[in-house]
Nanobody, 127 residues
Framework: QVQLVESGGGLVQAGGSLRLSCAASGGTFSRLGVGWYRQAPGKEREFVAAISRSGNDLDYAESVKGRFTISRENDKKTVYLQMEGLQPEDTAVYSC????????????????????WGRGTRVTVSS
């Protein structure tokens, strides 16, 4: 069983930066593909970014491309989401999700493909 814990959220002014972390315990981290999702108040959950098990396949939502960077450190069992140029519309609860895959499987945006979910960390961007 894999447990995921997000951290790094907070309050930041527009144009600022934050780095979110998704720390995993249990299971074999190097076998996990990981995705980040966010849900703003009154809105549906939306895909933000994903990274494959190998770390070679990355995917970003158009709304964050060029501003957010997803990465992983297997020795720390952690996936990061570096967020730059934050805007008020980025305000949301950010959650990470993980799934076990074979090495050749690319990342996925499909939230139904993920088995494990964290509880989320709140990001608030003030104008």
């Amino acid at each position: 069983q894999v447990q995921l814990v997000e951290s790094g959220g907070g309050l930041v002014q527009a144009g600022g930066s934050l780095r979110l972390s998704c720390a995993a315990s249990g299971g074999t981290f190097s076998r996990l593909g990981v995705g980040w999702y966010r849900q703003a108040p009154g809105k549906e959950r939306e895909f933000v970014a994903a990274i494959s098990r190998s770390g070679n396949d990355l995917d970003y939502a158009e709304s964050v491309k060029g501003r957010f960077t997803i990465s992983r450190e297997n020795d720390k069992k952690t996936v990061y989401l570096q967020m730059e140029g934050l805007q008020p519309e980025d305000t949301a609860v950010y959650s990470c999700a993980a799934r076990s895959t074979i090495l050749s499987v690319p990342s996925t945006r499909d939230h139904q493909s993920y088995t494990y979910w964290g509880r989320g960390t709140r990001v608030t961007v003030s104008s």
